[in-house]
């Protein structure tokens, strides 16, 4: 037998063998697989009052400090700055309605890395205008998106700012008001909403009952004594709230890193 005539057969009995093995299943271990989506994505979320008072320049500085921590920043009191021009929106998808000073209060920064898209950006009414005992407060709007993560999670999460101390003064008062908002925006996206405040309350004390009203679905995650920090979705993992350094006022961000599954 020539080494030509052998050479043939021999790559007829290999396309053979490939034909059987395709046809069996068997042939996916022999090809290289494709690159593999985590089925778990780490998020980094912080909430963050910049304080309406301060400068452009501060609460650039101030957002500097801690955004390389952060895939996600709720902020708080932004009506004063346009946020877009104060990062690089190269790194951050900037989420925020600058058509009125109430409606820029509360944004939301989404780094581009960690997800395919940033859908649905809207305001919910937290409460309207109020003229509270010692000092009135403009109409409070809380923002809210659905971030499309990079292993195929979904997550929706808001910001938003509740009423201070003077407006807290019982049944249908503004923070009684917003409170009911906070409930019916937590029906409205069951088991998948993260919201990032300043609560205005301690936090860990759940307030207005907010936990309790929502049958289960949250849970509180903040540093002792906070009012800032976060309730997030009672079935998702994450690690305790810690405080970051901050160069302002009292407020200081706080950071929760999520574990979401690729099924969330």
């Known amino acids: 037998m020539t080494s030509r005539r052998v050479a043939l057969l021999s790559r007829a009995a290999v396309a053979v063998a490939a034909t059987v093995?395709?046809?069996?299943?068997?042939?996916?271990?022999?090809?290289?697989?494709?690159?593999?989506?985590?089925?778990?994505?780490?998020?980094?979320?912080?909430?963050?009052?910049?304080?309406?008072?301060?400068?452009?320049?501060?609460?650039?500085?101030?957002?500097?400090?801690?955004?390389?921590?952060?895939?996600?920043?709720?902020?708080?009191?932004?009506?004063?700055?346009?946020?877009?021009?104060?990062?690089?929106?190269?790194?951050?998808?900037?989420?925020?309605?600058?058509?009125?000073?109430?409606?820029?209060?509360?944004?939301?920064?989404?780094?581009?890395?960690?997800?395919?898209?940033?859908?649905?950006?809207?305001?919910?009414?937290?409460?309207?205008?109020?003229?509270?005992?010692?000092?009135?407060?403009?109409?409070?709007?809380?923002?809210?998106a659905t971030l499309n993560l990079n292993n195929g999670g979904r997550l929706v999460v808001a910001a938003l700012h509740m009423p201070p101390a003077r407006c807290q003064t019982g049944i249908g008062s503004s923070y009684d008001r917003m409170s009911d908002n906070v409930v019916q925006l937590s029906r409205d996206h069951p088991d998948r909403l993260v919201m990032g405040a300043d609560w205005n309350k301690v936090v860990l004390s759940d307030p207005n009952n907010i936990v309790a009203r929502c049958s289960g679905r949250l849970v509180v995650r903040a540093p002792q004594g906070s009012i800032d920090g976060f309730m997030i979705p009672a079935n998702l993992n994450s690690d305790s709230a810690q405080s970051l350094a901050s160069t302002h006022s009292d407020h200081r961000p706080v950071l929760v890193t999520l574990t979401v599954p690729a099924t969330f």
């Open 21 to 144: 093995a395709f046809a069996s299943g068997s042939l996916a271990v022999a090809l290289a697989p494709a690159a593999a989506t985590p089925s778990k994505q780490e998020v980094r979320v912080i909430t963050a009052n910049v304080d309406f008072v301060l400068s452009p320049a501060t609460v650039r500085s101030d957002i500097a400090q801690f955004a390389g921590r952060a895939d996600v920043i709720l902020i708080q009191e932004a009506k004063n700055v346009v946020l877009r021009n104060l990062v690089d929106t190269s790194i951050w998808n900037v989420k925020q309605d600058t058509s009125s000073s109430d409606r820029a209060g509360s944004a939301i920064l989404v780094r581009r890395s960690q997800v395919t898209s940033v859908d649905d950006f809207h305001l919910v009414l937290g409460v309207n205008s109020s003229s509270c005992p010692g000092g009135g407060i403009e109409t409070r709007w809380m923002a809210v």
